[in-house]
């Protein structure tokens, strides 16, 4: 029989006649990944041993044992003296190995009445709490700089397009606020992520629940945590929560990576909307004159990875069978790699938006071409008793015209215009100001500077709210 590998026996090897080599213990092992969690999984222990305590289970002097030797771990792996060999498995059974060599037989009796199996469901919730904390916070950053953009430029008009063709006229503040709505529905997404986290498994043990005198409840008040888990099977297998998490992080990241191809074009040459900070730009190795937004490139490209980890996790869990299975070792690398790729997007985003240079003078100029007046003119004929579809056609007929001689819809005269149809006249010269295309536009949640007005104050009482909110459900 080989000799037992390097950190001593397994916790199971009462049952085992062989223990796993070299190869099956990096395999098999999830420590490079999920040593993470020391901070939760110190934090669930120290809670389940002094509920073991109150419940009679453990002496006061094992439980003050394994307090003290707990946090003495955490502090030694904080200040960085204090590395695991990969024989250890997971950072679960890492720490209980240390306490043990620590502080002796009480650091034996630390898993009375849990598995690992409920421990780690615990450790996963707990860092997902935090952490979408953490990101919540970040989002709050960006948007307020959005917000602050808004309000600095808005008055800036700038063309709105689709098809990426020149539409209508808008405010730059109404389309960045756009962004902003976006990052706010990002931001619910995090919050019921939070919520979902937002229950004890421990307790559950493996998946029948323990026959010790337990009290789940005690040790969810001390975690900061709201309920348990009613169900001890669900409560070892569900990782919806890592789902929802993740989701919340892959959708935030589309969004970002929209705003960040608008960054793109915008700091082109053809367009010269907006000009990068240098801090947030790289130059060529053989072009000399080149700036390129390779941050904003990159924030879209890394968006296909979020996509990819909640495309991971689901395929992982979609065909688990009740209740705890080895697989479910699998939802960490996807999980953790979504929230750090999300939480640097977004410092990126930030960065690149708060130190921008927006040329509005580039925008007013881009926004007297592409006939974008043009409904305007099909809504005066409208309003006069044309039927649009052939106020429509009218229309239509002068852009052809235009385009055929190189002018603007704004270099038309009235005579030209009224040549078109007898309905159009001087109103029609002033129907075609760009400024007064945008100020007509009054409908509830429109461009016009008084309803972006509206927006810019609803934007700012909703960021207010979710800056509450972080004071009010703080990380465990």
């Known amino acids: 029989m080989p000799a037992a590998p390097e950190g001593g026996a397994t916790p199971w090897s009462g049952r085992f006649e062989r223990t796993p080599e070299r190869f099956q213990q990096r395999f098999g092992a999830s420590l490079p990944v999920d040593r993470r969690l020391y901070a939760e999984d110190i934090a669930g222990s120290i809670a389940h041993a002094r509920m073991l305590g109150t419940q009679g289970v453990l002496s006061h002097e094992d439980v003050e044992a394994i307090v003290r030797g707990l946090i003495g771990i955490r502090e030694d792996i904080e200040a960085g003296r204090l590395e695991f060999d990969v024989a250890s498995e997971d950072i679960h059974m890492a720490i209980e190995q240390e306490l043990t060599r620590r502080i002796g037989e009480a650091g034996k009796r630390l898993h009375t009445a849990r598995s690992r199996n409920d421990q780690v469901a615990t450790d996963v919730r707990l ?9 919540v916070a970040l989002a709050n950053r960006l948007r307020s700089t959005i917000v602050d953009l808004a309000e600095a430029h808005l008055g800036a008009v700038m063309p709105g397009y689709t098809h990426l063709q020149k539409a209508q006229p808008v405010l730059f503040s109404h389309h960045l606020l756009a962004y902003f709505w976006m990052l706010s529905r990002d931001v619910r ?14 307790g559950s043990a493996a998946l029948a629940g323990t026959t010790f005198p337990i009290d789940r409840g005690a040790v969810a008040a001390e975690l900061g ?3 348990v888990v009613p169900n001890s ?15 919340a992080c892959a959708l935030g990241m589309v969004h970002l990576s929209r705003l960040c191809e608008e960054l793109v074009l915008w700091s082109t040459e053809e367009f010269g909307f907006i000009v990068l900070d240098d801090a947030w730009s790289t130059g060529s190795s053989i072009m000399p004159q080149k700036k390129n937004p390779d941050f904003a490139e990159l924030v879209r490209g890394k968006t296909g990875r979020a996509i990819g980890d909640l495309v991971a996790l689901l395929v992982t869990l979609k065909g688990l069978p009740l209740a705890y299975n080895k697989d479910m070792q699998e939802d960490k690398e996807p999980l953790f790699d979504a929230l750090d790729t999300y939480a640097d997007a977004l410092v990126a985003v930030e960065g690149m938006l ?9 925008m007013a100029a881009a926004a007297l071409g592409g006939y974008m007046a043009a409904t305007d003119l099909a809504d005066l004929l409208a309003s006069k008793g044309v039927p649009f579809r052939e106020a429509h056609e009218i229309v239509g007929r002068l852009v052809l015209e235009c ?14 215009l009224a040549a078109a149809s007898p309905h159009l006249g001087e109103d029609a010269v002033a129907a075609l100001d760009i400024a007064e295309v945008v100020a007509r536009r009054t409908s509830e949640g429109g461009t016009a500077p008084e309803r972006v007005r509206e927006q810019l104050a609803d934007a700012s009482a909703v960021l207010a709210a979710d800056e509450r909110w972080l004071a009010e459900h703080p990380p465990a």
């Open 354 to 362: 708060a130190t921008m240079r927006v040329d509005t003078e580039r």
């Open 189 to 202: 997404r995090l919050k019921a992520a939070y919520d979902a986290a937002d229950a004890l498994p421990l």
């Open 127 to 135: 860092f997902v709490k935090r952490r979408a904390h953490e990101l």
């Open 233 to 247: 099977m669900d409560a070892v297998s569900d990782r919806d929560f890592a789902a929802d998490a993740i989701y």
């Open 403 to 416: 385009e055929r001689s190189g002018r603007r819809l704004q270099d038309l005269s009235a005579t030209e």
């Open 225 to 227: 945590v709201s309920a």
